[in-house]
């Protein structure tokens, strides 16, 4: 495979209630994860309820669902207001972690495939499956970097047009480090501290930097988050329930 830059995209998920004969406390587990996230931008109002079993995240307000083999997350289906699956992503696991993982919208499948350097990077390449069982390798690659459990930098190559973002961390705790398995979904952007600053750069066109402000409880967990576009306008404000 060449070694080439890459593409990622956007995030995830987590807090508990758990329930059965057995129950838990989030002091049992030694840790956070998020019940409920409130989105206001544009002057409107967004909520987003999470569901668990222990810290294994299983459904978003029915429109987004986990699944499970042991420890880790093997399928993520999201689902309409028709309650008809319309996304399927399958992760496929070698070594402890994703080898492979392939993709199912509109009726096409997709296969992203992962090469794991000695230096901490990752690349991948994004192929089209047929019915043939044909793989095409398609004008879709990219490379992470990770340092100390962040990604730092993404490299990504898409159709013609190469792209680079850089991200830049505080030391808090992210929301999501606590929900089993969603470490090891790169495409997912797993970190394990907030982004505070992102800064993109499309080779030969746009560039633009993003900032991240948080308000943090006494455990160092965000329970705000307010995104502002380099201008000063604000692009959306968050907030996290435990």
Request: glycine letters at 4%.
């Amino acid at each position: 495979m060449k070694k080439k830059p890459i593409l990622f995209s956007m995030l995830l998920l987590s807090i508990i209630s758990c329930s059965d004969d057995k129950k838990k406390s989030k002091e049992d587990y030694n840790h956070f994860l998020i019940s409920e996230i409130t989105r206001i931008s544009d002057e409107k109002e967004y909520k987003e309820n999470y569901s668990y079993k222990e810290n294994k995240i299983l459904d978003c307000d029915g429109s987004k669902k986990y699944f499970y083999q042991a420890d880790k997350i093997t399928k993520i289906e999201l689902i309409n207001s028709n309650n008809e699956i319309i996304k399927t992503i399958e992760y496929k696991y070698l070594n402890n972690r994703v080898d492979y993982y392939t993709t199912v919208e509109y009726g096409m499948v997709f296969k992203t495939k992962y090469t794991y350097e000695e230096n901490g990077d990752v690349l991948y390449d994004t192929f089209q499956l047929y019915e043939s069982g044909e793989e095409e390798e398609l004008d879709n690659y990219g490379t992470y970097t990770f340092k100390n459990g962040n990604l730092i930098k993404l490299e990504e190559f898409l159709d013609g047009t190469e792209t680079v973002t850089e991200y830049e961390y505080d030391n808090q705790k992210n929301p999501w480090k606590n929900v089993l398995g969603l470490n090891l979904l790169l495409d997912q952007k797993p970190s394990v501290n907030n982004v505070v600053k992102e800064k993109f750069n499309e080779i030969d066109g746009y560039s633009g930097n993003t900032t991240y402000s948080y308000k943090y409880n006494s455990d160092g967990y965000p329970v705000e988050k307010k995104a502002i576009y380099e201008d000063g306008n604000v692009i959306f404000l968050e907030k996290f329930k435990y």
